[in-house]
C-alpha cells in the first residue's frame, strides 16, 4: 500500500514538475532594414524554440543580402566572402523565405529576379534583395538547439566591399 502511495505520488510531482518547465517563447518579428553600408538594427536576440521572422527591406540603391554563420573567411582576392559555418546548414534546417509579390523562392542562385536565395555564391545560406527603393522580403525560422551562441550576419556584395564597409551584426542565442 505504501508503495503504491509513493509510485502516485511520484508521478504526480513529475506531472506538477512538467506544467511548471518554461513556457516557449514568444514568437519575434523585427524589421531588418538594408542600406549603403549597414543593418538596422544590427543586433538580433532570440531564444531556443523561439519562431523568428525577419522583415528584410532593401533601402538602398544597391543590392544588399544577408548571410548568418561564423568565422568569415576570405576569397581568393583576399576579399570577405562568407562564413565557414553556416547558422542554417549547421542547424540542418532551411529558412522558408518570401518576396514582397508573396512568392516563396528556394534555392536557384541561377534566377536573376527580385529576391534570390541559395549557397553557391559566398558558400552558404543568403537571402538577396536588388537596391532602387524598398524591396522587401521574409525569412521564418524556428530557432533550434544548434544555434545557440553568437553568430555574425553579413552582407557579401560587390567582392565583400559591403562586409569591409561594416555592412554586418551579431545575432545571439540564447536558451
Known amino acids: 500500500m505504501k508503495k503504491g502511495i509513493f509510485v502516485a505520488a511520484f508521478i504526480l510531482s513529475g506531472v506538477v514538475l512538467a ?10 518579428e523585427m524589421t531588418i532594414r538594408m542600406s549603403e553600408f549597414a543593418f538596422e538594427p544590427n543586433i538580433i536576440e532570440a531564444k531556443v524554440g523561439q519562431q523568428v521572422t525577419l522583415n528584410l527591406v ?7 543580402e544577408i548571410m548568418f554563420g561564423r568565422n568569415m573567411m576570405m576569397g581568393d582576392a583576399g576579399q570577405p566572402n562568407g562564413y565557414e559555418t553556416d547558422m542554417f546548414m549547421m542547424a540542418g534546417m532551411e529558412p522558408t523565405v518570401t518576396f ?27 537571402v538577396s534583395l536588388p537596391g532602387m527603393g524598398n524591396q522587401i522580403g521574409t525569412m521564418s525560422f524556428t530557432v533550434t538547439e544548434e544555434m545557440l551562441g553568437e553568430w555574425e550576419f553579413g552582407c557579401f556584395e560587390q567582392e565583400g566591399i559591403h562586409y569591409e564597409q561594416g555592412m554586418y551584426g551579431t545575432m545571439v542565442v540564447t536558451q
Do not use: V
Open 58 to 64: 532593401n533601402e538602398g540603391a544597391l543590392e544588399h
Open 19 to 28: 506544467a511548471c518547465g518554461p513556457a516557449a517563447p514568444e514568437p519575434l
Open 100 to 126: 514582397g509579390d508573396g512568392m516563396e523562392e528556394g534555392m536557384d542562385m541561377g534566377d536573376e529576379e527580385m529576391g534570390m536565395t541559395g549557397t553557391e555564391e559566398h558558400g552558404g545560406f543568403m
